[in-house]
């Protein structure tokens, strides 16, 4: 696994990096967020490792600009941190995973691990709810196994938001993807989503106030 670190703290970069290094990842490391969007503008990562509290541009603001460039990968965040509107708010913009400093690198190891599997097993059904999952094969919206029938629009947003759940979906990525470039306000984005909404049984897709729309991962008890 290809990792970007963006960590400010030089001791504690140089341990992270040393220490993923030793495990068999490619790692690279930047110290502000202003180096991090210049690497991320000309290489390919397969997860980032990002501090929230940087010398110029906060993680929050890195994630945002990657979602600007219609851009997703998975990320683990690191902080201080103890607010909970903060966390909150790392989640809502996409974060994977989040640890608080001080942590054990062994730890680290374990949550990048958990991506990893994510990636390497393939999921042909990607659970949703309790009841519905994403047929990613045959592009088939399941309630408890069945298909449930969608127009092609909306059958679209979910696949859109099944394919990145846990990441918020914003606005110009449905214009890209469903609606192919046209220009289309928000306010008709939010009105075929709140439809699709409607008809399903479930309420799974969250509404992230000004950003777009998300659906988180589903872990059955």
């Known amino acids: 696994m290809k990792i970007l670190l963006v ?8 341990m992270i ?3 993923i290094t030793s495990t068999g990842h490619v790692i690279k490391n930047a110290k502000t967020g202003l180096e991090s969007l210049e690497i991320l503008e000309n290489e390919k990562f397969d997860l980032l490792i990002l501090d929230i509290n940087l010398p110029d541009i906060d993680g929050f603001t890195i994630l945002e600009k990657m979602h600007e460039q219609k851009r997703m990968i998975p990320t683990i965040y690191i902080s201080a941190l103890i607010d909970i509107e903060e966390i909150s708010r790392a989640f809502d913009l996409g974060c994977f995973d989040y640890l608080k400093k001080p942590f054990h690198l062994k730890e680290l190891t374990l949550r990048i691990n958990k991506i990893l599997k994510t990636r390497i097993v393939p999921q042909r059904h990607k659970r949703l709810s309790k009841h519905y999952s994403f047929d990613s094969e045959n592009m088939t919206l399941l ?3 069945e298909p449930h029938i969608l127009p092609k629009r909306q059958l679209q947003i979910i696949e859109l938001l099944a394919q990145n759940r846990s990441l918020v979906v914003q606005y110009d990525m449905f214009r890209t993807y469903v609606w192919n470039d046209d220009y289309i306000d928000n306010a008709t984005i939010r009105a075929e989503v709140n439809r699709v909404k409607t008809i399903l049984k479930e309420d799974f897709i ?10 988180d991962r589903f872990y059955s008890a």
């Open 206 to 215: 969250k509404n992230i106030r000004g950003l777009g729309y998300k659906i």
């Open 7 to 14: 960590e400010d703290d030089i001791m504690l970069n140089e």
């Open 17 to 19: 990096t040393e220490y």
């Open 143 to 145: 309630f408890n196994n």
